[in-house]
């Protein structure tokens, strides 16, 4: 048994109560043909279920019909007459209200606020309610109303449908015009929301009822007049846009594109009205169209006799026909009950809300599927199962089907089917009349991306174009910018301000511009990221090239000074200061200058350990044989005066261990170094903005300074030394020499260390490269040019005498 719940009059007699006596039940007025229609369309859904074996084999569905008159009361008690099994009667019934109800779900109510009121009532007792065509997105919440599900989607999707058209055609600019009610007024409030979220901004949003006064109205187009946005999105009843066209087609307010709701846009009278040329180009959502084989012949073949004198029925019939039965009136033929309503044209007949219809008999159709899966059946029902109404709601809310025209029918989690619109769109045809084209369509059950598809079908727009309007607050910002908000304004109105640099925005609209990763930065359109150019001192620039043949040359004059020395070997000058520590020294040299080649070129993991290191060590061993030489000339001295022997102590034995000793500390020191925090290629993003600058990481700033200060202590102490040597006779020892090197060495490594610390990238290496082959410079040529000068270019003055007769001579 089904219950089915309509509006078959759509007012009722007030009467004043005197509270003396039980009121008697409404009287009802006003027919209303809407809720026959209905009717009508439930029977016949369950009249083609009955009659067929695929469906709901051996069992026949019954139904109960109640007239609500419009009124919510009324409604209530409807829906807990079928939900006890009881008739609507003033005498109290003896049947308990715990007993099962007597029908499996109720169809109705047409409107929202009814359906709302007999869906809280029948909640607690889980009885379904399908409703064809209450639409308010209220509805959908299931803690309030867990029972109730629907066939007509929800306003909630429809506004936000068309919020998703209006972002379709780059309209972020708009206006809103609603109806003062709750189908317009929670309306526009989900699309407002959905706009905000879609980046659409609403300039004004004003509403009025078509009661109101016309100072109201008035308002209303002055607004619009004042307006700089060109989309006006219309949430309005056709009876309130009715009047509407009125006002509008007064001040002649055209070229505005209008976007409308399901309730007006495919209204035939409204596009039939004086005016409404304002509309022209107008773009907005219609409920499908639809066709259910043989409804439309059932819903015409009512007929007053074959309902068992139904007063009702008998009511219907003689309005739709002005007739009267069993007496005829003046103004009034009599009825024959044979009427032909094919001769009929009225609202009964207009079968313009045969989506709706529609909608009545997925409804019944629904229920049948669940009640089908209940009961098992098969070729037939098992009748014995025990029907429980949580069971067929549950069910009901899960079930999936195609109806006979192939139409998908399903529920959501709130209740609601998808949401399925035909986007209409007025084109004005060559007889001067209106016409509805479909020219896309919105199916929320698809992918997001995919709900809006617009037809290739050509659109007009406002004053019959045929190009797209343009509705927005500021234009796009390019690429390369980013949208800064205008203060007091929506966040549709905005500066575009450029990309700082290393920022870029490679969209159009940006509200930020992204940072580019450290290794890049930003062309000069700031939309988008090159990678920065890595820098390093190279062989192939010219700087590293210089550095490179100076540390060549400085290779090769060694090698000519060794080669010099040693063919000269065994005269008196090689011999003189020890030419096994002259030959060390050398050796030393040439590993300085060598070493500087380290530092040339991309930075390594093995390249950044040996660089510094090996610089370390050779230095050290270079400033020991220096040290070493010196003292030398210091003990040689003292050695000569009487009571003194210190040679003994300081032999070629003693000199080559002092050089192993001082050289050792540094390794072990660059051991240490390299073991606990050894140097590492580093890429710095920070010296420059726009390069990338490869060095080499200290990893232990100790480690690197440690070895700096003990090149630096040996230097100073070999300094001190040669400083004291510094009067002793000439031809005996070259302290004056050691002396004026080991200035020039200090003096470089003293100026290195703010050099190095304030410069920048490669010049930072440039400065170290330098300062090695400055200082390598200095004690090449102040401790062995002079040599070199005496056995090349006087060998006279080459001989033991020589030297040993200045002696005595000073």
């Not at 007929?303 to 219907?316: A, D, H, I, Q, R």
Request: glycine share 6%; aromatic share 10%; proline share 4%.
């Amino acid at each position: 048994m089904l219950g089915g719940i309509f509006s078959f009059h759509s007012s009722w007699k007030d009467r004043e109560e005197t509270y003396t006596h039980k009121p008697l039940p409404l009287e009802c007025t006003s027919l209303n043909f809407r809720g026959f229609q209905f009717a009508q369309a439930m029977l016949f859904a369950i009249e083609e279920i009955n009659n067929t074996t695929n469906l709901l084999p051996g069992i026949s569905l019954g139904y109960k019909l109640y007239d609500t008159c419009g009124s919510i009361a009324r409604s209530v008690r409807a829906a807990l007459a079928l939900a006890n099994g009881n008739d609507v009667v003033s005498a109290p019934s003896a049947t308990p209200c715990t007993k099962p109800a007597q029908v499996q779900a109720i169809m109705g109510e047409t409107s929202s606020s009814p359906s709302m009121a007999i869906a809280t009532v029948i909640g607690p007792f889980h009885i379904p309610l399908i409703s064809h065509f209450a639409t308010c997105a209220c509805l959908s919440d299931k803690t309030k109303y867990p029972s109730f599900l629907r066939t007509i989607p929800s306003d909630y999707y429809q506004s936000r449908a068309l919020a998703q058209l209006v972002k379709n055609f780059g309209w972020s600019w708009v206006g809103a015009i609603r109806t003062n009610d709750d189908y317009g007024n929670n309306g526009m409030a989900t699309f407002t929301e959905s706009a905000r979220q879609l980046g659409i901004c609403l300039e004004y949003s004003v509403s009025f009822f078509r009661t109101d006064p016309p100072d109201k109205i008035l308002k209303i187009i002055n607004v619009i007049k004042a307006s700089t946005s060109k989309v006006i999105i219309a949430f309005l009843s056709h009876l309130d846009m009715d009047v509407l066209i009125h006002e509008l087609s007064h001040h002649n307010l055209t070229g505005y594109q209008w976007v409308g709701s399901e309730s007006w846009i495919s209204d035939s009278q409204t596009a039939e009205m004086n005016g409404h040329h304002i509309l022209d180009g107008a773009i907005g959502l219609s409920i499908p169209k639809a066709h259910v084989r043989g409804m439309r012949e059932f819903i015409l073949n009512v007929k007053p006799l074959n309902s068992s004198g139904n007063e009702m029925f008998t009511e219907f019939w003689e309005a739709l026909f002005s007739c009267k039965f069993k007496q005829s009136t003046a103004n009034k033929r009599e009825c024959t009950g044979g009427e032909d309503l094919t001769q009929v044209h009225n609202s009964f007949t207009d079968m313009s809300l045969m989506p709706i219809f529609n909608n009545v008999y997925k409804g019944v159709y629904a229920v049948a599927h669940a009640l089908h899966s209940i009961l098992g059946c098969n070729e037939t029902c098992n009748d014995k199962v025990q029907l429980n109404p949580l069971t067929i709601l549950h069910r009901i809310g899960r079930i999936q089907f195609k109806t006979k025209e192939g139409d998908k029918v399903y529920f959501n989690e709130d209740g609601d089917p998808a949401a399925e619109y035909e986007i209409i769109n007025w084109q004005r045809a060559e007889s001067g009349f209106v016409e509805f084209v479909t020219v896309g369509l919105y199916d929320a059950s698809l992918p997001a991306d995919k709900q809006l598809n617009l037809h290739n079908t050509s659109l007009i727009w406002a004053q019959n174009s045929k190009e797209v309007p343009v509705s927005v607050c500021s234009e796009n910002c390019p690429p390369g910018t980013r949208k800064v908000l205008q203060k007091g304004k929506p966040v549709c109105c905005f500066d575009c301000i450029r990309c700082a640099e290393g920022e870029i925005s490679n969209v159009a609209d940006s509200v930020s511009c992204v940072r580019c990763h450290p290794e890049f930065w930003s062309n000069e359109g700031r939309d988008a990221c090159v990678k920065k150019e890595a820098e390093f001192l190279s062989y192939e620039e010219i700087m590293g090239a210089l550095l490179t043949a100076a540390s060549l040359f400085g290779t090769c004059m060694t090698a000519v000074v060794a080669l010099i020395f040693f063919r000269n070997r065994k005269t008196p000058i090689v011999k003189a200061n020890n030419s096994e520590l002259s030959f060390l020294l050398l050796f030393s040299l040439t590993l300085c200058f060598l070493c500087s080649l380290s530092f040339i070129g991309r930075p390594s993991e093995w390249s950044c350990m040996l660089r510094h290191t090996a610089f370390g060590i050779t230095f050290v061993l270079c400033i020991s044989c220096v040290l070493g030489k010196t003292m030398v000339v210091l003990m040689a001295f003292r050695a000569r005066l009487p009571g003194r022997n210190v040679m003994k102590w300081f032999g070629p034995a003693q000199q080559r261990l002092s050089v192993l000793g001082f050289t050792l500390i540094q390794v072990i020191i660059c051991i240490l170094w390299l073991t606990i925090s050894p140097p590492f290629p580093f890429k710095n993003f920070e010296e420059f903005k726009d390069k990338i600058i490869l060095e080499c990481a200290l990893g232990s700033a100790v480690g690197f300074w440690a070895v700096l200060g003990y090149i630096g202590i040996l230097a100073i102490l070999c300094f001190i030394l040669a400083f004291l040597a510094r009067k002793l006779p000439d031809n005996f020892n070259e302290a004056k020499f050691i002396t004026f090197s080991m200035l020039i060495f200090c003096a470089v490594w003293i100026t290195f260390i703010p050099a190095y610390v304030s410069s920048p990238g490669k010049f930072s290496v440039a400065v170290e490269i330098f300062a090695i082959l400055a200082s390598s410079f200095g004690l090449l040529i102040c401790i062995f040019i002079p040599k070199c000068y005496i056995i090349l270019y006087k060998p006279e003055k080459n001989t033991k005498k020589n030297i040993m007769g200045k002696v005595e001579l000073k």
